[in-house]
Antibody
Framework: QVQLQESGPGLVKPSETLSLTCTVS??????????WSWIRQSPGKGLEWIGY???????DYNPSLKSRVTISLDTSKNQFSLSLTSVTAADTALYYC?????????????WGQGILVTVSS | DIQMTQSPSSLSASVGDRVTITCRSS??????LNWYQHKRGKGHQLLIY???SLQSGVPSRFSGSGSGTDFTLTISSLQPEDFATYYC?????????FGGGTKVEIK
């Protein structure tokens, strides 16, 4: 059974960079069949897909966040990470990591339980 | 972006009830529609993919139907462990987008 666990600071100051890591167990981030994703949920916007990465290095980001987002992969640690720059209060949300199966239909078949990140001074 | 609208936003039901949740997309998405269950403090569970395919390990009381712009998730006989929030998600185009959720509560 694949498990994902988010980690990182729960409080980030405005204008700084939000950095989160997702540790994967029971599966490999080097698998050819999956993309590794970040999704967030804030009270005002519901669930919002941030982006994902394939072990080949291929990435895809939500256009609404693309200028501020980087997702990277560390195969040696079986982890992937999110970096979101220049954060504001609007970036306060529950952040989830998830595995995406990108076959004929793209779906997220395993999710972490989420980490709350608050942007505040 | 494709907008996904779920209804109702919440409902109250009893164990054994048949429950139906609707999801509507702002444009034709063929059958590129998935359903998830979420319980607070846990990871979201994939229930249905491609509108009507049951994910491995998911009880057969869950079913999905629809195509085009209108989709339905049905729970044939609500069980105590089914009280949760349900989300639809389209994967027809990038970015994938989600419905606002339907919270199923105990009557």
């Amino acid at each position: 059974q694949v498990q994902l666990q988010e980690s990182g600071p729960g409080l980030v100051k405005p204008s700084e960079t939000l950095s989160l890591t997702c540790t994967v167990s029971g599966g490999s981030v080097s698998s050819d069949n999956y993309y590794w994703s970040w999704i967030r949920q804030s009270p005002g916007k519901g669930l919002e897909w941030i982006g994902y990465i394939h072990y080949s290095g291929s990435t895809d980001y939500n256009p609404s966040l693309k200028s501020r987002v980087t997702i990277s992969l560390d195969t040696s640690k079986n982890q992937f990470s999110l970096s979101l720059t220049s954060v504001t209060a609007a970036d306060t949300a529950l952040y989830y990591c998830a595995r995406a199966d990108v076959g004929l239909v793209v779906y997220f078949d395993f999710w972490g339980q989420g980490i709350l990140v608050t942007v505040s001074s | 972006d494709i907008q996904m609208t779920q209804s109702p936003s919440s409902l109250s039901a009893s164990v054994g009830d048949r429950v139906t949740i609707t999801c509507r997309s702002s444009q034709n998405i063929n059958n590129y529609l998935n359903w998830y269950q979420h319980k607070r403090g846990k990871g979201h569970q994939l229930l249905i993919y491609a509108a009507s395919s049951l994910q491995s390990g998911v009880p057969s009381r869950f079913s999905g139907s629809g195509s085009g712009t209108d989709f339905t998730l049905t729970i044939s006989s609500l069980q105590p462990e089914d009280f949760a929030t349900y989300y639809c998600q389209q994967s027809y185009s990038t970015p994938p987008t989600f419905g606002g959720g339907t919270k199923v509560e105990i009557k």
